[in-house]
C-alpha cells in the first residue's frame, strides 16, 4: 500500500473517532468519495490497525442504528421551516 494511502487511512480513522463522524461526513470533509472512505476503514485500516478498526467499527455499527431517528429528524426540520 502507498504512503499516501495509509496517511489518509490513518487520518480518516482518528476524524472518525475525534468528531463521531459518519461516513458520509467523513467522505465530504477528506474530498473522496463514500465508496473510499468505506473501503479505506473496512478493508485497510483493518489490516494495518485491527485495533482501532475495532473502535470505529463499533461507532459506526452505532450510527447504523439510529440512522432512522436521524433521517426522521431531517424530515421533519424540512417541512417546518
Known amino acids: 500500500m ?3 494511502i ?3 487511512v490513518r487520518e480518516e ?3 472518525i ?3 463521531k463522524s459518519t461516513i458520509r461526513k467523513t467522505a465530504k470533509v477528506f474530498g473522496v468519495s463514500k465508496s473510499t472512505v ?3 476503514i473496512e478493508e485497510r485500516l483493518s489490516k494495518l490497525e485491527p485495533q482501532l478498526h475495532k473502535e470505529i467499527r463499533e461507532l459506526l455499527d452505532y450510527n ?3 440512522r432512522h431517528v436521524r433521517g ?3 424530515t421533519k ?5
Open 2 to 4: 502507498h504512503k499516501y
Open 6 to 8: 495509509e496517511a489518509r
Open 13 to 15: 480513522a482518528e476524524y
Open 17 to 19: 473517532l475525534n468528531t
Open 38 to 40: 468505506h473501503k479505506d
Open 64 to 66: 447504523l442504528s439510529v
Open 72 to 74: 426522521g429528524a431531517a
Open 77 to 81: 426540520r424540512k417541512y417546518i421551516a
